[in-house]
């Protein structure tokens, strides 16, 4: 039976504008090391890896007449040179320079008529590193079927794995008479097939519904509902340029807090953006009076037992969350955004971060890429800000045996969204991904700057309070790392 895709699936493709590209995408970089890393190592590694997620051979093929929902087929003119591109900063490339050149990239559109991804390999890096830019279709991994190309990318020891590529030849190219045939026949036989035509034609009909009554001026609560009445510094029409802005701190630092204040390193993390959301705000002078609390989506990890198997056994759903920006004390900020997760916790459904960072095979970015599709799946649910955070594992992983030393994600922006917040662990690390309209967030810099600034804080009222470390242990702390270079940059003679 064909591939066919589901009806999101297919919302995703639909909503996608120049302005709103429905892509995620993950940087990371890498150690070269003695061995080495340059464009041909990492072509052969992705060469002999692909073969893990066939999806990535494949691309979007629509049938005559929308009879069925559009198919996954085999591209006939696969050119794995041209997904997998070399680009590079000029040397001694900085991490400025690098965060420039990812926001360009992840500007621009995929293209529909190839497979939906791209991975870039950018050379030039200061003290000889290698930085990996995968960008993917936020309808071509599902965590189900498809997993996202770095989880297969990555080893958990330095010696390369040699798997060697697969003898793949792509499937006879179908015509539009089989197409017709093959959808009537499915439309008949299978039940699931034809409501998932039903419901895509629904969907369609709905959004072009709403496209019309905003082209004509007609404006229906319906249609409206959860959307901000005016725009603010995070909700407003956005532009077709972004700015991205990693910023680097310490898991340590989380722990601390969590060991003093109680909740989870998941808390501390919303805790430090609604910190650093209060900081911003009031640095753009905004008037916190009439923005007393920021609502939120955070996908969590949770067991549903009921539903189909999704990816580790789990499924990421939609949380709701009020960061409360108008409180000034950061322990009372820590507190009611722990109080919110309170009720999810007590299902006993969660997923503790321990458990996900510890499973066989977990890679953070196949769990940002499906974040990003509950996310992208909720629009009418009035939230005004997406805030991923996938725990990372803790220990060293390897690209063709270089060491991956800094990671953080890109997520897309939401239609009426000018901020997106995607948060990483890895190794002891903590790495925030800041995506922003380049036009009307023009201070995202300063948004990063308040991160580090609204962790030191928590941090600070918990240092003075922490237990007595026991007997041969002494406590440590560690200052939070800003946006300027990836965790574990050495750190240059002042």
């Known amino acids: 039976m064909p591939d066919r895709l589901r009806a999101r699936d297919l919302a995703l493709l639909a909503g996608e504008t120049s302005s709103t590209p429905r892509h995620h995408a993950t940087v990371q970089v890498v150690e070269p090391g003695e061995g080495g890393l340059d464009y041909g190592r ?34 006939p003119h696969f050119d794995l040179g041209y997904h997998v591109r070399r680009s590079a900063v000029p040397r001694p490339g900085t991490q400025d320079q690098l965060r420039d050149l990812v926001a360009r990239i992840v500007s621009r559109p995929l293209d529909r008529s190839k497979p939906l991804w791209e991975f870039y390999v950018v050379e030039g890096l200061e003290d000889g590193r290698v930085a990996l830019l995968s960008k993917s279709h936020q309808a071509l991994v599902d965590g189900v079927t498809t997993v996202d190309l770095g989880q297969v990318l990555l080893d958990p020891d330095p010696e390369h794995r040699d798997l060697g590529g697969d003898e793949w030849r792509p499937a006879p190219r179908r015509s539009a008479v089989s197409l017709v045939r093959e959808a009537v026949t499915d439309n008949l036989l299978d039940a699931r097939t034809l409501v998932q035509t039903l419901q895509s034609r629904v969907d369609d009909a709905g959004r072009a519904l709403e496209t019309g009554l905003q082209r004509s001026g007609v404006l229906l609560d319906a249609v409206t509902a959860g959307r901000p009445d005016r725009e603010t510094a995070i909700s407003g029409r956005h532009s077709s340029q972004r700015r991205v802005v990693p910023v680097f701190t310490d898991l340590a630092d989380y722990r601390l807090v969590r060991e003093v204040h ?10 430090t953006v609604t910190g650093a959301l209060r900081s911003w705000l009031m640095t753009r002078h905004e008037s916190l009076g009439g923005l007393r609390r920021v609502r939120a989506v955070a996908p969590v990890s949770v067991i549903d037992e009921e539903m189909e198997a999704t990816i580790l056994g789990s499924q990421i759903a939609p949380h709701y969350v009020d960061l409360p920006v108008g409180e000034p004390s950061p322990v009372v900020r820590l507190h009611q955004v722990s109080y919110s997760f309170t009720a999810h916790h007590e299902t006993g459904r969660g997923v503790a971060a321990e458990r996900l960072a510890g499973l066989s095979g977990f890679a953070p970015t196949t769990f940002h890429a499906v974040a990003g599709r509950v996310a992208a799946g909720e629009p009418q649910r009035g939230f005004q800000i997406a805030v991923t ?14 060491r ?59 240092t003075g309070l922490r237990p007595r470390a026991p007997r041969g242990r002494r406590p440590s702390r560690r200052k939070p790392s800003g946006g300027r270079g990836p965790a574990g940059e050495k750190e240059k003679k002042k």
């Open 42 to 75: 990492l072509l052969a590694l992705v060469s002999e890896r692909i073969s893990f997620v066939p999806r990535y051979r494949q691309r979007v093929q629509r049938v005559p007449g929308m009879l069925a929902n559009p198919m996954w087929v085999d591209d």
């Open 262 to 271: 109680g909740g989870t390193v998941n808390d501390v993390v919303l805790a």
């Open 389 to 402: 955070n996938v725990p990372g594992p803790q220990s060293p992983l390897y690209a063709a045996g270089a």
């Open 404 to 462: 991956m030393v800094a990671t953080y994600p890109v997520p897309p922006l939401l239609p009426h969204h000018l901020v997106a917040v995607g948060v990483t662990s890895y190794d002891g690390q903590v790495a925030y991904g800041i995506t922003a309209d380049r036009d009307h967030v023009p201070d995202a810099d300063v948004l990063g700057q308040c991160l580090t600034e609204a962790l030191a804080e928590l941090v600070d009222t918990a």
